[in-house]
């Protein structure tokens, strides 16, 4: 077993703190990694806080994991010492499913287990994450980093990037396509630059008037103020897809009218009821769908990782000293951060 630094949430109200914990021994399918960088995502902070009412304590949290190889198991087949690689919101699953063996692993018939807060499969210990010196994962839930992504941009890729490229790939966005995506934080603009790699003209929708200017920079062809009548009027029954990243409950009302019949609005932040209620009129009514996606599976996680060095996109992030973990989720609840953490693992 191998002593573990970390930090760590030893209650609900309690602030992140270092922690030392011992690591399980490597399986003979397993990779033992070095963490150089961990993203810091906001379900981070539901984890920390028990927002969920789900929280092991105590916690470390992070799920957007870049490091480099250390040590492979003897049935390891496709990683050696040295890899660039990365660990993203699951660790395992039941392997044998119709989801797993579809490479759909986080719909998990049985449930994946989660990088942090997930009961391992074998010994039945809770997992803990990225926030972390090292950790050790099955080979099948590791990741090859490619060489021209820089390794701390490309941590969100991990749990924002692929939460966002899996469902425009689901829903099958195609070059020349309207999408319009709900929200401007840490999802939003990469579905933005995802969308337009795709070949889609990418409206952001966002209630300030003052990310224009921002929306645009990250390559939005169009912005749409929704708290401007006049331009929700006017962007009615205009798109084939409405990429929805608001994690806070919202009114869907207005944006399922932008659609036009048949379109798609997709659900990849909200996980609570909707507020206020549906008007089903105006899905029956054009056809519309409401759906919803959960990150991806394995390979398509690998997948979002060659297409960003395919087109050259990385997270827009700010770098962090693990000591501030405290103050920078104090600045996520706050939207102040453009737009994604990343915890520069040297400063543990």
Same mark, same amino acid.
């Given at each position: 077993?191998?002593?573990? %630094? ?6 609900? +109200?309690?602030?992140?703190? &270092? ?6 021994? @490597?399986? &003979? ?19 920390? %806080? ?10 470390? $949290? ?6 480099? *190889?250390?040590?492979?198991? &003897? ?15 699951? /660790? ?19 449930? =994946? ?21 090292? *950790?050790? *994962? ?6 090859? /980093?490619?060489?021209?992504? +820089?390794?701390?941009?490309?941590? @969100? ?9 899996? @469902? ?21 603009? =990469? ?39 006049? %331009? ?21 009302? @207005? ?6 019949? +048949? ?13 206020? $209620?549906? %008007?089903?009129?105006?899905? *029956? ?56 953490? /990343?915890?520069? =693992?040297?400063?543990?």
């Amino acid at each position: 077993m191998a002593n573990t %630094q970390a930090y760590a949430a030893k209650s609900a +109200d309690s602030k992140l703190a &270092p922690f030392s914990f011992d690591r399980r021994d @490597p399986r &003979p399918d397993d990779v033992s990694i070095d963490i150089d960088y961990c993203g810091v995502c906001h379900t981070d902070i539901h984890f920390a %806080q028990n927002d969920w009412g789900v929280t092991e304590f105590p916690v470390v $949290p992070g799920h957007e994991i870049i490091g480099h *190889v250390t040590a492979v198991g &003897p049935e390891v087949k496709n990683y050696k010492v040295g890899d660039t690689v990365g660990v993203g919101c699951m /660790v395992d699953s039941c392997r044998s499913c119709a989801a797993c063996e579809s490479g759909l692993e986080q719909y998990c018939l049985e449930g =994946m287990t989660g990088t942090y807060n997930g009961e391992d499969r074998h010994d039945g210990s809770i997992t803990y994450g990225g926030y972390s010196d090292k *950790v050790v *994962v099955s080979e099948r839930f590791v990741v090859r /980093v490619p060489e021209k992504l +820089d390794p701390a941009s490309a941590a @969100p890729i991990l749990c924002a990037g692929i939460t966002t490229y899996s @469902p425009l790939r689901h829903y099958g966005v195609k070059a020349g396509d309207r999408v319009g995506v709900i929200g401007m934080g840490g999802l939003g603009h =990469m579905g933005v630059k995802f969308a337009k790699a795709l070949g889609a003209e990418v409206t952001i929708f966002t209630r300030s008037e003052s990310k224009v200017a921002e929306a645009k920079k990250q390559g939005a062809d169009h912005v749409v103020i929704s708290t401007d009548r006049a %331009q929700m009027k006017a962007a009615r029954e205009s798109f084939d897809f409405m990429l929805d990243t608001v994690p806070v409950q919202h009114d869907l009302n @207005p944006y399922l009218s932008c659609l036009k019949f +048949d379109g798609t609005h997709i659900l990849v932040g909200l996980l609570d009821p909707v507020e206020p $209620p549906l %008007q089903a009129g105006a899905l *029956v009514g054009k056809r519309r769908v409401l759906g919803g996606s959960l990150i991806g599976g394995m390979p398509e996680t690998q997948e979002v990782l060659d297409f960003c060095a395919e087109h050259g996109i990385t997270c827009d992030v700010e770098m962090l000293d693990i000591r501030n973990i405290n103050e920078a989720y104090e600045r996520m609840k706050k939207g102040d951060v453009k737009y994604r953490f /990343v915890i520069d =693992m040297k400063t543990l």
